[in-house]
Every structure is written in structure tokens, then in C-alpha cells.
């Protein structure tokens, strides 16, 4: 249980920044001058394909923070219209030079992270590797042809079949580096599928859907891949990738007009939380059992406000988590 204080009085407002987060910018990755450990965020629908570098792996973990939200900003909604919304699936990965994996695994329940996916023999996830690193190469032959007019340097739309296709001359399409013979996962190299499918009413839905994104280092025996995060599908073609997701809750600030306080706040993914308050700091039930002003909404990672009126010369605010 994560607990939070904040007070205020009538005579002077008291504004505590527990945590203050600023979406970020992710550093520059191109298909034209792709380099290993850029991520590839990848859509595919049967027709097309579409293959986005999203940056280095570093512009999605180097975040201290919680809760870092990351938008993707390298595609454009008028090229994911070119591959569709709506029964896509997508996946994002990478790999770096020892070959460790970086992979994403969709959730089956919105704010339930997934088993992760488990570690190999570094031998093993060396031939994912192969067939990952395709996908760039195809995505650059693709680019250089210019088959598809709206691709860009970032974010590259592609024929879906690169099989006896003179327009992959180097590499493979999406498609087909994560099929091959086998039939899907990395042709059969990795453990799992990587990748998430969206419902054939997705964007009337209103309904987010999300993927974790696991590293799995080389092991020569059993271990499973650590949570970076995850991301997430907006109905409207948009993706964010949350860093370091948690359920500890974080009251922003507090500020008072009249006898009404309005409290900022973030809860998390996870449980049941609610806003605490006394008049006094030690009322001798502790904070836990303050009484309860409010439900807080949850299940996300954004900020939230509540009010709470009271005509006290000093109140404490506290959330518990359960």
C-alpha cells in the first residue's frame, strides 16, 4: 500500500508536487539509416503492411519516471489508413547486438499485465534476430522503389507479400519475416506471437487495447524477460508507450477556493483506490482509516481531479490502494 499526504488551510494554499511527468520526444531513427536497437513498430492487414522506426530502445527506457507517457509520433493517420485500423495487427520489437530481445505480447484484459515472455539460449533468439533484421532491409527496398507514395523515411508502407516479389530485392516484408514456412513467430523462432489484433469495430469501440513490451536476455537457463512497459493502440491510429507502469497513487497538487479543495491526482492500472482525509495528522486510527471521501478513477496512467468540500482550517489528504 502506497500512501500520499498533502495538507492545506483556509489562510494559505499549499501546492506539494509529488510528481510532475511531461510527455516525451523520442530521439531520431530512420528506415533509410536504421541502426540496431531502433524499434519497429509494424502493422500489417493482409493488403499492406506498414513498417515504422520509432528510435532507439534508449528513447523508451531511459525515463526514470513512472507512468512516462511516450507518444509515437513517426506515422501519420492517413498511412495507417493506407494498412487499416480495424482488424490490424501490430507488434513492435527489437534486438541488440548480444542478442537480447526486446517484444511485445498483447493483453487479453485491458489492465492485466501478461505472463512475460521467456528467456532462450542466446543461439535461439540469434535466429530471431535474422529474421528480424529482414524486416528493415525489405522496408528500405520498398522506400527506395517508392512503391507506395505516402511512405516516409520514419514510416514506410509496404507490399504485404515479399515471396518471389522483384520489389524486395534485399529483405522481407513484415509479413513474411514474421510467418516465413513455420507459419508465425519469427517463423518459428521466438516463443510466442508478438503480436496484437484489433477487433473489426476497434475505432467505434472506444476502447484502447495495449501490449507489453519485455526484454529477454540471453539465458542458458530458465528466466523470463523483464517489463519495460507498454504500448498503447488508441482508437483514433494513435500509439503511446507508457514507461515503467505503477500503481502507486501520487496526489500532484491540492488548491482551496472557499471551502472547496481540488486535488489532483494519478491512481494507476491496478485496484481500488480512495481519497482519505482528517483534520488532523494523528487522529489515532491512522491515515488508512481516515474516512473516505471519494472513489478515485483508475485504470489508466493519466491525471485525474476530484474536489472535496469542507469547511476545516486544516485538512490532510492521503490515497490508499487496495
Known sequence: MNIFKNMITKKTSVIALLACVAAGELQAGTITNYATGDVLLCFRKGGNDMVVDVG???SLTNYVSANYRIPITKYTGGQLATVGTNGVSWSAFTWSSDN?????RAR??????TTPWQSQLSSVQASTVQRMASVPVGALDQLNLLVYPNSTPTGVIEEDSSAGNP?????LSYHDALAGPYGGQFNGTFVGNPENTTSASFTAGGQVVRSDFYRMTPTSGYGLGKWLGYFELNTNGAITYVAYPTSTPVIGSVSRSGNTTTINYKTGLYGTYTLRGSAHLDSGTGATNWPAIATLSSGDTGSHITTDTTTDSVRFYTITAQ
Open 100 to 104: 537480447t530481445l526486446f517484444v511485445t
Open 108 to 113: 487479453t484484459s485491458l489492465n492485466t499485465q
Open 167 to 171: 520489389n524486395y530485392p534485399n529483405g
Open 56 to 58: 532507439p530502445i534508449s
